[in-house]
């Protein structure tokens, strides 16, 4: 069975979404596990597609990066799935399709891992210059954290009885930061 496993980073890539799904389907999978949130985050599609995955089967991704956050994890991922009897498929590959059922699309993928971690990490470099310069001319100040922005609101429900822990679900923060935010107003107020 072809399983195809589908991700973006954020709710505004809906069309990006839609086309993996398409292309995963037009691929033969006859199943898509499908989720919208950052590869930092926890991935529940991932880990059900995974675990539904059985000998003989075939995971159909439509790139390496929508499957793994670096060459370890999906050299890591692909190793699992072989030890488990299960091959991998990437279609986006400058056209041509890997599929780790032959030794040469698996030495391609691994050497293509390799290429998108190091493409990432001289990106992630550039960025870093690029922000230590702006520091130095005064002219980045940084995101506000995201519960200094809302502090005032948070100070509120929480006054209002809102628990701190389904606050900070809500408002996607750690419930750390929920507490931080109330004692600082205690400070405050002191």
Known sequence: M????ARTS?????AGQEAQERDLR???????FSERVSSMAT?????????????GDVLVVTKPDRLA???AELLAIEADLSKRGIKLMVLSMGGECLDTR??????MLTILAGVATWEREIMLERQREGIAKAKSEGRYKGRA?????????IRRRVAAGEK??????ELGVARSSIYRMMEEGEQTAA
């Open 2 to 5: 072809l399983v195809g496993y």
């Open 10 to 14: 954020t709710v505004e890539q809906v």
């Open 26 to 32: 037009a691929a033969g999978a006859e199943k898509v």
């Open 43 to 55: 991935r529940d599609a991932l880990k059900a597609a995974l675990g539904f995955l059985r000998e």
């Open 69 to 71: 956050r670096s060459t």
């Open 102 to 107: 032959n030794p040469t699309s698996k030495l």
């Open 145 to 153: 954290p995201t519960v200094a922005r809302q502090g005032d609101e």
């Open 164 to 169: 701190p822990a389904r606050l900070a679900r």
